[in-house]
């Protein structure tokens, strides 16, 4: 199945997209200071290979921006409604975010 992931254990680091500022690195393309994305998860710190971490361009936002709006949840509900539920001018949408990270419906027949 697309996206699974086994449970989260107890006693052990939550994994999932994370954000973290380099403090040493062997490889030229990072240098201290330089924010990069990841999905390591959740710790205070982390030593991973260069490979699996991404420069993180924070296009002047905020970098816990990235871990929402303009993360993979922000990404999901541009897809969710632009690609996939064409949303266009008139149409009402409903957003609940006590749905969980991301849930968007559009219901083209709510009246307020």
């Known amino acids: 199945m697309y996206g699974w ?3 989260f254990k107890l006693g052990e680091a939550l994994q999932g997209g994370a954000i973290g500022e380099v403090v040493a690195s062997e490889d030229p393309r990072f240098k201290p200071g330089d924010l990069v994305s990841s999905m390591f998860g959740w710790r205070e710190r982390y030593n991973a290979p260069a ?3 991404e ?3 924070t296009l002047r936002l905020p970098p816990q ?4 709006v303009a993360g993979v949840t922000g ?3 541009w897809g969710g409604l632009l690609k996939i539920a064409s949303l ?3 149409d ?3 957003v609940s975010s006590a749905a ?3 849930w968007v419906g559009c219901l083209p027949d709510c009246q307020a």
């Open 5 to 7: 992931r086994p449970p």
């Open 51 to 53: 490979s699996t971490v």
């Open 55 to 57: 420069r993180l361009n």
């Open 65 to 68: 921006a990235f871990l929402g």
């Open 75 to 77: 990404l999901t509900a």
């Open 88 to 90: 266009k001018a008139g």
């Open 92 to 94: 009402v949408v409903f």
């Open 100 to 102: 969980g990270a991301c």
